[in-house]
């Protein structure tokens, strides 16, 4: 056997070990559902993508700041409607309120969910900006 | 007014730099068929049409940048990337900022690329510039802008579009020539030197993959296997250098702008641009083979295509929306993605067709020896290669989720959750293999080896490097084996190529690029090993306040929360929150906002008191000063366990396009910068809540208390001007004066002022607010039957911040290597060029 099939069947080991463990770490968008059935099982962290919690108003409730404010719990709930606190171990990201679309990528421990990151899809921005011309309504 | 003709002549320029490409890549395919009858007549047309084509692109970079620089916001690529406020280097990132000015700035430098190779390429120019003018008929496409009748099918997306033509919005159905007043404006993160550089460089390094590729294409067309390396090679090195210091630029203005604590996120725009870096600069190496000894033409040529098409796969990635999901920073989706899937497919197929046809008469490589260099190298191009797979495989999660779904399935597979951790995993293991690698093979490169002599030539680099290596164990505190190893593996790679310099001297420094290249790789991963390995928070809080009992294991906040003038201890650092700053256009430094008032505008302020910088007076109490409204500084001042004061200013603005951004400040040692953000602070549009006045009757001399410090009613003062008031000669003003003393001796003063308006017949005041001590004291009223006034004071929050400071030990090292990278890569090129050149003269090329 020449010394470059031995090298051959080497890379291509590697790279099957890259494949494996790329889908082995790899996380999953789930529902809460789901998420607090795999954290039985294994302590991967996982994506959950929700919506904040808001009343009737359209005002955002359930937030808990911590005394001190560098954390705080929120109400979220998922892509099937199930709501969950969810507790976060950093202060409150500032655009938090008004974000539309939150990803929380973390896991179940007992009955809440412990956040090691918040993702926010804020309205605005990725899209261009409104046009505005209430306050710049001059006609040239 | 619609300035039309403007964006009508540079889209006439586009048009006519997509045909002039089409007809180049006509012309140049004809001058380089051996079966022309007329190929210098062909080749004449060929070099009018690239001309042309370069002459339109400038035009439509000269249409763009004039839309931009007359403000003509009825355009809206200048409406939606720039603003009147811009200074002109700005409006140059903002050139480029869009995807289609980005897209401009790659096929300005190719048409510049392809006007150098036609003067230089010698024989090769046809078929070269053939492959570059028909990978320019597929950039120009990206931004013409064109529909195609009758098929509703539109190509590409126009950057002279007309704001009316793209928004929707009631006012121009009412006055179709309206024009805003003001662009949107650039994003604030790329307002940053490095952000007016950085791209044009990464660009660069994008057109110059092209020429290699272009090379290898013409020489497998032309069945000349190896001949195209040499003249390829001094651009492959070239190619390899922008484009390496483009991605450490980009990190170096991630590490000064973004505050996610570091230089690289392994996000996947990050990536894409680090892959086929990667295997360039493999490809480079098994190049650098064949000139040495007419070996290695295949991987050569599989890695220079390889490179070439996965430039353009990362093209796709970052410009096709298809990561919208998992980066922060790719574009959206411009309706592009089926053309970019296009180009990416017929290059595919154009380097697929040419390699299988000429794979059996390329030569191939005999086994080769485990002492020749050859094979080391070889090695090191195997694992730059896997080290570039194991990034592709992860980064590409989004297209394996788009191409399940096509079949129906939902895959919902995110990336790693923890990347960093995810890739160290495996690229510190083949960084340790590359250090190893690049130490040794320089050995076996410089003289033939064997089993003895190679002994002899790595004892002394070996025992050199441990010692350097035990040493810096014991000072730096390397505990973890993983990081261990690395340590030992990189300084190895420093000794064993400083031996090779050393080793080089007598003969020849222009030989010296690779090791001096290799010594900069080493130093750049013992860089990224030290200040990520051991990036340090230090800004634990220890205000022992658990959040929840539950998660007592978890609690993990590395944040630190900072009242406006109270010390806080951190570590070994003493810090004071010390107020709000802005930054003003004709007066360095930062100003107090305190110092300014406010005004409709929201750039101009009035200066309420005198400024000075360095001793010199900068403006007046009463002058008006322009200001850079959307960032406000943070004032922060350490004091360290030795006493040493020094203030960083980590910045925050709260932008209507990208929400809250905050950039962190660097204190910047020869042992570890200390890195500082701010992770939140009070909404500065939140108007401050201030609680229900409470009154109080006193006298001059009078001791009494505010928000409970002890204050004193020091006098009164009848002035005759008052900040903001107009006052006509019958008006009566007076201030009183109030001392307040605060803890560690600290004296505030507050001069509340009383106004009667005798004509008017009305009284008013004037507060004066103490931000550093939340209070608003007014004087109210004057009582001349018993000698008193009424002060009413009210208490409001103290102004806060929410800190994160971080300590990134020996990241100097990283920067520094950066630099030799560059000399390496410097020296190796003007080698090459100058040999390639010696050669040309001889008439051998």
């Given at each position: 056997?020449?010394?470059s099939h031995i090298l051959g069947i080497l890379v291509i080991a590697v790279a099957v070990i890259i494949i494996i463990s790329t889908t082995g770490d790899a996380s999953s968008y789930v529902d809460?559902?789901?998420?607090?059935?795999?954290?039985?099982?294994?302590?991967?962290?996982?994506?959950?993508?929700?919506?904040?919690?808001?009343?009737?108003?359209?005002?955002?409730?359930?937030?808990?700041?911590?005394?001190?404010?560098?954390?705080?719990?929120?109400?979220?709930?998922?892509?099937?409607?199930?709501?969950?606190?969810?507790?976060?171990?950093?202060?409150?990201?500032?655009?938090?309120?008004?974000?539309?679309?939150?990803?929380?990528?973390?896991?179940?421990?007992?009955?809440?969910?412990?956040?090691?990151?918040?993702?926010?899809?804020?309205?605005?921005?990725?899209?261009?900006?409104?046009?505005?011309?209430?306050?710049?309504?001059?006609?040239? | 007014?619609?300035?039309?003709?403007?964006?009508?002549?540079?889209?006439?320029?586009?048009?006519?730099?997509?045909?002039?490409?089409?007809?180049?890549?006509?012309?140049?395919?004809?001058?380089?068929?051996?079966?022309?009858?007329?190929?210098?007549?062909?080749?004449?047309?060929?070099?009018?049409?690239?001309?042309?084509?370069?002459?339109?692109?400038?035009?439509?970079?000269?249409?763009?940048?004039?839309?931009?620089?007359?403000?003509?916001?009825?355009?809206?690529?200048?409406?939606?990337?720039?603003?009147?406020?811009?200074?002109?280097?700005?409006?140059?990132?903002?050139?480029?900022?869009?995807?289609?000015?980005?897209?401009?700035?790659?096929?300005?430098?190719?048409?510049?690329?392809?006007?150098?190779?036609?003067?230089?390429?010698?024989?090769?120019?046809?078929?070269?510039?053939?492959?570059?003018?028909?990978?320019?008929?597929?950039?120009?496409?990206?931004?013409?802008?064109?529909?195609?009748?009758?098929?509703?099918?539109?190509?590409?997306?126009?950057?002279?579009?007309?704001?009316?033509?793209?928004?929707?919005?009631?006012?121009?159905?009412?006055?179709?020539?309206?024009?805003?007043?003001?662009?949107?404006?650039?994003?604030?993160?790329?307002?940053?030197?490095?952000?007016?550089?950085?791209?044009?460089?990464?660009?660069?390094?994008?057109?110059?993959?092209?020429?290699?590729?272009?090379?290898?294409?013409?020489?497998?067309?032309?069945?000349?296997?190896?001949?195209?390396?040499r003249p390829a090679l001094s651009w492959t090195s070239a190619a390899a250098l922008v484009l390496g210091v483009g991605i450490l630029m980009g990190a170096y203005w991630a590490y000064e702008t973004?505050?996610?604590?570091?230089?690289?996120?392994?996000?996947?725009?990050?990536?894409?641009?680090?892959?086929?870096?990667?295997?360039?600069?493999?490809?480079?190496?098994?190049?650098?083979?064949?000139?040495?000894?007419?070996?290695?033409?295949?991987?050569?040529?599989?890695?220079?295509?390889?490179?070439?098409?996965?430039?353009?796969?990362?093209?796709?990635?970052?410009?096709?929306?298809?990561?919208?999901?998992?980066?922060?920073?790719?574009?959206?989706?411009?309706?592009?993605?089926?053309?970019?899937?296009?180009?990416?497919?017929?290059?595919?197929?154009?380097?697929?067709?040419?390699?299988?046809?000429?794979?059996?008469?390329?030569?191939?490589?005999?086994?080769?020896?485990?002492?020749?260099?050859?094979?080391?190298?070889?090695?090191?191009?195997?694992?730059?290669?896997?080290?570039?797979?194991?990034?592709?495989?992860?980064?590409?999660?989004?297209?394996?989720?788009?191409?399940?779904?096509?079949?129906?399935?939902?895959?919902?597979?995110?990336?790693?959750?923890?990347?960093?951790?995810?890739?160290?995993?495996?690229?510190?293991?083949?960084?340790?293999?590359?250090?190893?690698?690049?130490?040794?093979?320089?050995?076996?490169?410089?003289?033939?080896?064997?089993?003895?002599?190679?002994?002899?030539?790595?004892?002394?680099?070996?025992?050199?490097?441990?010692?350097?290596?035990?040493?810096?164990?014991?000072?730096?505190?390397?505990?973890?084996?993983?990081?261990?190893?690395?340590?030992?593996?990189?300084?190895?790679?420093?000794?064993?190529?400083?031996?090779?310099?050393?080793?080089?001297?007598?003969?020849?420094?222009?030989?010296?690029?690779?090791?001096?290249?290799?010594?900069?790789?080493?130093?750049?991963?013992?860089?990224?090993?030290?200040?990520?390995?051991?990036?340090?928070?230090?800004?634990?809080?220890?205000?022992?306040?658990?959040?929840?009992?539950?998660?007592?294991?978890?609690?993990?906040?590395?944040?630190?929360?900072?009242?406006?003038?109270?010390?806080?201890?951190?570590?070994?650092?003493?810090?004071?929150?010390?107020?709000?700053?802005?930054?003003?256009?004709?007066?360095?430094?930062?100003?107090?906002?305190?110092?300014?008032?406010?005004?409709?505008?929201?750039?101009?302020?009035?200066?309420?008191?005198?400024?000075?910088?360095?001793?010199?007076?900068?403006?007046?109490?009463?002058?008006?000063?322009?200001?850079?409204?959307?960032?406000?500084?943070?004032?922060?001042?350490?004091?360290?366990?030795?006493?040493?004061?020094?203030?960083?200013?980590?910045?925050?603005?709260?932008?209507?396009?990208?929400?809250?951004?905050?950039?962190?400040?660097?204190?910047?040692?020869?042992?570890?910068?200390?890195?500082?953000?701010?992770?939140?602070?009070?909404?500065?549009?939140?108007?401050?809540?201030?609680?229900?006045?409470?009154?109080?009757?006193?006298?001059?001399?009078?001791?009494?208390?505010?928000?409970?410090?002890?204050?004193?009613?020091?006098?009164?003062?009848?002035?005759?001007?008052?900040?903001?008031?107009?006052?006509?000669?019958?008006?009566?003003?007076?201030?009183?004066?109030?001392?307040?003393?605060?803890?560690?001796?600290?004296?505030?003063?507050?001069?509340?002022?009383?106004?009667?308006?005798?004509?008017?017949?009305?009284?008013?005041?004037?507060?004066?607010?103490?931000?550093?001590?939340?209070?608003?004291?007014?004087?109210?009223?004057?009582?001349?039957?018993?000698?008193?006034?009424?002060?009413?004071?009210?208490?409001?929050?103290?102004?806060?911040?929410?800190?994160?400071?971080?300590?990134?030990?020996?990241?100097?090292?990283?920067?520094?290597?950066?630099?030799?990278?560059?000399?390496?890569?410097?020296?190796?090129?003007?080698?090459?060029?100058?040999?390639?050149?010696?050669?040309?003269?001889?008439?051998?090329?």
């Amino acid at each position: 056997m020449k010394f470059s099939h031995i090298l051959g069947i080497l890379v291509i080991a590697v790279a099957v070990i890259i494949i494996i463990s790329t889908t082995g770490d790899a996380s999953s968008y789930v529902d809460f559902k789901e998420a607090k059935a795999m954290a039985v099982s294994d302590t991967r962290e996982i994506h959950v993508v929700g919506t904040l919690k808001k009343d009737a108003q359209g005002h955002v409730t359930g937030i808990m700041p911590a005394a001190d404010k560098l954390s705080f719990s929120f109400l979220m709930i998922d892509e099937k409607g199930e709501e969950q606190q969810v507790f976060y171990n950093n202060p409150m990201p500032p655009d938090f309120l008004r974000s539309e679309q939150v990803v929380v990528i973390g896991r179940y421990q007992g009955n809440s969910f412990v956040a090691g990151q918040i993702l926010l899809k804020c309205p605005s921005k990725y899209q261009e900006q409104e046009l505005q011309p209430t306050q710049q309504a001059q006609f040239n | 007014m619609v300035h039309e003709w403007i964006g009508q002549t540079g889209h006439f320029f586009v048009v006519i730099a997509f045909v002039a490409a089409l007809w180049a890549t006509w012309n140049y395919y004809w001058a380089s068929r051996k079966d022309t009858v007329d190929p210098a007549g062909w080749l004449k047309l060929g070099r009018i049409s690239f001309g042309i084509h370069s002459l339109a692109l400038f035009g439509v970079v000269a249409s763009l940048f004039f839309i931009i620089y007359n403000h003509y916001f009825e355009y809206h690529y200048a409406w939606s990337h720039s603003s009147r406020s811009l200074p002109v280097h700005y409006m140059i990132s903002c050139f480029w900022e869009g995807q289609e000015g980005s897209f401009l700035i790659w096929m300005f430098w190719q048409a510049l690329l392809g006007l150098i190779l036609m003067k230089f390429a010698g024989k090769w120019e046809a078929p070269v510039l053939a492959v570059v003018a028909f990978v320019q008929v597929f950039l120009v496409s990206m931004i013409l802008g064109s529909i195609i009748p009758g098929l509703d099918l539109k190509i590409g997306s126009s950057p002279f579009m007309l704001l009316r033509d793209v928004m929707e919005a009631p006012v121009f159905a009412l006055n179709p020539d309206y024009v805003p007043e003001d662009g949107t404006g650039l994003n604030p993160l790329l307002q940053n030197y490095w952000m007016v550089i950085h791209p044009p460089t990464l660009f660069l390094g994008f057109a110059l993959t092209l020429v290699p590729f272009a090379y290898c294409i013409a020489g497998l067309w032309k069945k000349q296997h190896s001949d195209w390396i040499r003249p390829a090679l001094s651009w492959t090195s070239a190619a390899a250098l922008v484009l390496g210091v483009g991605i450490l630029m980009g990190a170096y203005w991630a590490y000064e702008t973004l505050n996610f604590g570091g230089y690289w996120n392994w996000d996947p725009v990050e990536n894409a641009v680090y892959v086929p870096w990667l295997v360039l600069v493999a490809g480079l190496h098994m190049m650098i083979i064949n000139r040495k000894n007419g070996t290695a033409v295949k991987p050569a040529v599989l890695f220079t295509i390889v490179m070439f098409l996965l430039i353009l796969y990362s093209t796709f990635l970052t410009r096709s929306g298809i990561l919208g999901n998992s980066s922060v920073h790719s574009f959206t989706d411009l309706g592009l993605s089926g053309q970019l899937l296009l180009y990416m497919m017929a290059f595919v197929v154009l380097a697929g067709w040419l390699v299988a046809r000429e794979w059996k008469n390329m030569p191939s490589t005999a086994e080769v020896n485990v002492y020749s260099r050859e094979f080391w190298i070889f090695i090191g191009a195997t694992i730059l290669s896997l080290m570039a797979f194991q990034v592709l495989v992860p980064t590409s999660i989004p297209v394996y989720n788009s191409i399940a779904s096509w079949f129906g399935i939902e895959l919902n597979m995110a990336p790693p959750a923890n990347p960093e951790v995810f890739y160290t995993n495996f690229q510190l293991w083949f960084a340790v293999g590359l250090a190893l690698l690049s130490g040794t093979a320089q050995f076996f490169w410089w003289q033939k080896m064997d089993l003895a002599r190679l002994k002899s030539a790595l004892v002394l680099p070996a025992v050199v490097s441990l010692i350097v290596a035990s040493m810096a164990l014991i000072a730096l505190d390397v505990k973890e084996p993983k990081y261990l190893v690395l340590l030992v593996a990189a300084i190895y790679a420093v000794v064993s190529n400083f031996f090779v310099l050393l080793g080089l001297k007598h003969t020849n420094l222009k030989l010296a690029g690779g090791s001096v290249a290799h010594i900069g790789i080493a130093m750049i991963l013992l860089g990224i090993l030290f200040s990520s390995g051991y990036s340090k928070v230090i800004s634990q809080n220890s205000s022992g306040l658990l959040y929840s009992r539950e998660f007592a294991d978890e609690v993990n906040q590395e944040n630190v929360l900072l009242w406006l003038n109270e010390p806080q201890k951190m570590q070994q650092y003493q810090l004071v929150y010390k107020g709000q700053f802005l930054e003003a256009n004709d007066a360095p430094g930062y100003i107090h906002k305190q110092l300014l008032r406010p005004t409709d505008k929201p750039d101009l302020y009035i200066a309420r008191g005198d400024y000075y910088y360095k001793g010199k007076k900068y403006f007046g109490q009463g002058d008006s000063v322009q200001v850079h409204p959307e960032n406000t500084y943070y004032r922060v001042e350490y004091t360290d366990a030795g006493g040493e004061k020094f203030t960083l200013f980590p910045r925050a603005q709260v932008n209507p396009q990208m929400g809250f951004i905050a950039s962190p400040d660097i204190f910047r040692g020869v042992k570890s910068d200390l890195y500082t953000h701010v992770s939140v602070v009070p909404d500065p549009k939140e108007p401050l809540k201030w609680s229900e006045a409470e009154d109080q009757k006193i006298k001059i001399g009078d001791k009494f208390f505010v928000n409970d410090y002890v204050a004193v009613l020091e006098g009164l003062q009848q002035v005759r001007e008052v900040e903001g008031v107009p006052l006509n000669e019958t008006d009566i003003a007076v201030k009183a004066r109030i001392r307040i003393m605060a803890e560690g001796g600290s004296e505030f003063f507050a001069e509340p002022v009383y106004i009667l308006k005798m004509d008017e017949k009305t009284s008013g005041n004037l507060p004066a607010v103490i931000d550093d001590l939340a209070v608003k004291l007014s004087f109210t009223a004057i009582h001349p039957e018993d000698d008193s006034i009424t002060i009413s004071q009210s208490k409001t929050q103290k102004d806060y911040i929410i800190l994160k400071a971080m300590e990134k030990p020996l990241i100097n090292i990283l920067w520094t290597g950066t630099l030799l990278l560059v000399v390496g890569f410097g020296i190796a090129i003007y080698r090459r060029y100058s040999e390639y050149k010696l050669l040309q003269k001889k008439g051998q090329d």
